[in-house]
Every structure is written in structure tokens, then in C-alpha cells.
T-cell receptor, first 115, second 111 residues
Framework: DAGVIQSPRHEVTEMGQEVTLRCKPI?????LFWYRQTMMRGLELLIYFNNNVPIDDSGMPEDRFSAKMPNASFSTLKIQPSEPRDSAVYFC?????????????FGAGTRLSVL | EDQVTQSPEALRLQEGESSSLNCSYT??????LFWYRQDPGKGPEFLFTLYSAGEEKEKERLKATLTKKESFLHITAPKPEDSATYLCAVQGTGGYQKVTFGTGTKLQVIP
């Protein structure tokens, strides 16, 4: 398997623009997680899905953030409108509960810069 | 709320100089404690899972141990390729599949 695939790898946008980050989890995994990583706060969980259903979105910072998982092989994280403080690296991870003991496998991340 | 504190924030070692990284945690019922390695520009990569106090896991020069309040990642005779940020994370029984990460220890091994 190619692992968790995220796109784009880098995104530079201007304040107020809409940003969409994409994730393809490992085939067969039933959980998908979105994280944000900054130097100050480390790795923060934003939202996670089980079998395409959002389970916990308490980490989503504001209504400007939304996430969807229309099918088992694709998820998006959208920021609208974007602000400079959203600049961070966003990671997607997937896991298989009951498989390799809940190990989360991470993608390479999307580095977002909002100017 | 689950909490993870890692120390030190950064560690610089000479090649061959053994040391330990610390991870202190508070969790409402431990389901698992995880160690990950993260290289610059990449996502975290899984190393170990520990489930109960007294458990130990080893992989090459790395050894992870667990007590009821903390975990240690021991690095024996490190090499420059061990340079990375090491992340500790916990999964409690209260948050189902939710995992809480620490901010990591950035390790640099100098030849």
C-alpha cells in the first residue's frame, strides 16, 4: 500500500481565500484523523471519523473549519475564510481498530501558509 | 482531559553517548502509550505501543519503558541517523480512539 496520501504538499494562499486539503487513507482502515501541528502547540487533533462518520470534532478551532468524508477512500479539510493564524502543517492519519492495535499511520502533511 | 508532557524539549548528544527521553502523562484509564519518530518535513512514524506498567519494548538502539505516570525512551549508543523529533502520545479509555500527543523532544546526534 502507498500509505496515507495528502495533497497538496504545500499551499500558499492569501487571507480570506478558501483552502481545501485532501487525504486518501490506507485502504481498509476504518478511522481517519485530521491533525494540525505548530511549534507552539505541537500536534493537535482536529476531528476524526469512523466508517466515514464524524465522531469527535471538538478540536476544530472555529466554524471556519469543516471536514468531510464522502467515502472510505477520501476526506477533505476546508478552511473558509483562511486567516494567517491558520498557517501550520496539517496531517491526516488513518488506523484500523482491532488490527495493529490502533496504530495511526500518518501522511506526509500539507504545509499551509496564509499571507 | 488527557495530558502529555515531554522533556527535555531538545537534546544534543555525541555519537555513542546514551541518554533517555521522558514522557509524563495523566489519563483517565490508559488504553495505550505510543512513541513516534518524526523526521523534518515528514509525518510521524510509529515506533512502539506500551499498554501496562512494567512493559518494555525494544527496537535496535531504542528501548521504551512504562510506569503508571511516565514513559522513558532510552537511546543506547546513538548514531547520527537517530536524529529526529520523538513524540509520545496516550490513548485513554474515555476518548475512544482519540490520541493526545506531547510536543516532542528534538534529538540531535553529532558525529
Amino acid at each position: 500500500d502507498a500509505g496515507v496520501i495528502q495533497s497538496p504538499r504545500h499551499e500558499v494562499t492569501e487571507m480570506g481565500q478558501e483552502v481545501t486539503l485532501r487525504c486518501k487513507p490506507i485502504s481498509g482502515h476504518d478511522y481517519l484523523f485530521w491533525y494540525r501541528q505548530t511549534m507552539m502547540r505541537g500536534l493537535e487533533l482536529l476531528i476524526y471519523f469512523n466508517n466515514n462518520v464524524p465522531i469527535d470534532d471538538s478540536g476544530m478551532p472555529e466554524d471556519r473549519f469543516s471536514a468531510k468524508m464522502p467515502n472510505a477512500s477520501f476526506s477533505t479539510l476546508k478552511i473558509q475564510p483562511s486567516e494567517p493564524r491558520d498557517s501550520a502543517v496539517y496531517f491526516c492519519a488513518s488506523s484500523l481498530v482491532g488490527g495493529a492495535k490502533n496504530i495511526q499511520y500518518f501522511g506526509a502533511g500539507t504545509r499551509l501558509s496564509v499571507l | 482531559e488527557d495530558q502529555v508532557t515531554q522533556s527535555p524539549e531538545a537534546l544534543r548528544l555525541q555519537e555513542g553517548e546514551s541518554s533517555s527521553l521522558n514522557c509524563s502523562y495523566t489519563v483517565s484509564g490508559l488504553r495505550g502509550l505510543f512513541w513516534y519518530r518524526q523526521d523534518p518535513g515528514k509525518g510521524p512514524e510509529f515506533l512502539f505501543t506500551l499498554y501496562s506498567a512494567g512493559e518494555e519494548k525494544e527496537k535496535e538502539r531504542l528501548k521504551a519503558t512504562l510506569t503508571k505516570k511516565e514513559s522513558f525512551l532510552h537511546i543506547t549508543a546513538p548514531k547520527p541517523e537517530d536524529s529526529a523529533t520523538y513524540l509520545c502520545a496516550v490513548q485513554g479509555t474515555g476518548g475512544y480512539q482519540k490520541v493526545t500527543f506531547g510536543t516532542g523532544t528534538k534529538l540531535q546526534v553529532i558525529p
